[in-house]
């Protein structure tokens, strides 16, 4: 969960609702993949809802404990295979976040650095006889006094030794923003007989969710105007003319109103549902 998000974030609307439903890696494996989508509804990127259950029917009932066998899970890279080795096993190893990047580029005066280069600095680094203390005190130190916008230079204990003390605002070098690109569609939200026309995805993109149809283009002749959506991704900003056809529609599964709160839809199709007359 916190791949992509905020602490703040997971903490407040997601983390515990989720153990509360699956509260072992065991329920979590049995349970369906629409069940754990629908779980995951509002945080995005659902390529990780989706690898966390497959990585769960994997490892059931326990999961591995060495950095090797845990990166070799579905969805699990380098960080996360660290973090949970360190935090959940007392590995001593180090770890890799957003916070740990930026002392160390700032630390070794880094302005672009490979993944490669910043691991070998964080080994260099690692206290091995104090290693939880060390990786809490790297977050904290991020957290708080190397912050991205506003370092406190004067009150870091790495201070005299940090190479980029001098202009940390320099460490690391920010890429240069790339122009989001709009995708425009036509969405129709078929209705018969009382009844919605949704579709399951199953392309890269929102696999496993519900959605109502779209389309690049179409006739809309004789369908009801209901509005227009906007819902922005990571890679693109999608912005949607939305339509109501009261009639039958081949190849979709239909649902009364009430099933429809039970579905996992994304946050475009949920902004749909709020224009449904």
């Not at 703040?8 to 754990?36: G, H």
């Not at 580029?105 to 203390?133: N, Q, S, V």
């Not at 996992?264 to 199709?269: F, K, N, P």
């Amino acid at each position: 969960m916190l791949q992509q998000t905020q602490v703040k974030t997971v903490l407040e609307r997601f983390y515990f609702p989720f153990l509360e439903a699956f509260p072992t890696l065991q329920k979590l494996a049995d349970a369906e993949l629409d069940d754990v989508l629908k779980r995951w509804e509002g945080l995005g990127y659902y390529t990780r809802a989706r690898n966390l259950h497959k990585a769960a029917r994997l490892a059931a009932p326990e999961m591995p404990q060495t950095v090797a066998e845990l990166q070799a899970l579905p969805g699990i890279g380098r960080s996360t295979a660290h973090a949970v080795a360190a935090f959940a096993y007392h590995t001593p190893v180090p770890i890799m976040d957003a916070n740990v990047k930026r002392i160390l580029c700032r630390f070794f005066g880094i302005a672009e650095a490979t993944e490669k280069r910043l691991w070998e600095h964080a080994y260099a680094l690692f206290d091995t006889e104090r290693p939880f203390d060390y990786n809490q005190a790297m977050m904290d130190l991020g957290a708080s006094l190397c912050s991205p916008r506003d370092p406190d230079c004067v009150t870091c204990p790495f201070a005299a030794h940090c190479r980029g003390r001098h202009d940390p605002l320099a460490y690391p070098r920010k890429a240069a923003k790339k122009p989001v690109p709009v995708r425009r569609r036509i969405i129709v939200v078929h209705r018969h007989k009382g009844h919605y026309a949704l579709r399951q995805r199953d392309g890269r993109f929102l696999h496993g969710l519900w959605g109502f149809a779209e389309y690049e283009a179409a006739d809309t002749a004789g369908m009801h105007a209901l509005g227009n959506i906007t819902q922005k991704y990571s890679h693109f900003t999608l912005e949607g003319e939305v339509y109501l056809a009261e009639r039958y529609a081949e190849g979709f599964e239909w649902f009364p109103p009430k099933a429809l709160e039970g579905l996992a839809l994304s946050g475009a199709d949920h902004k749909v549902l709020r224009l449904l007359p």
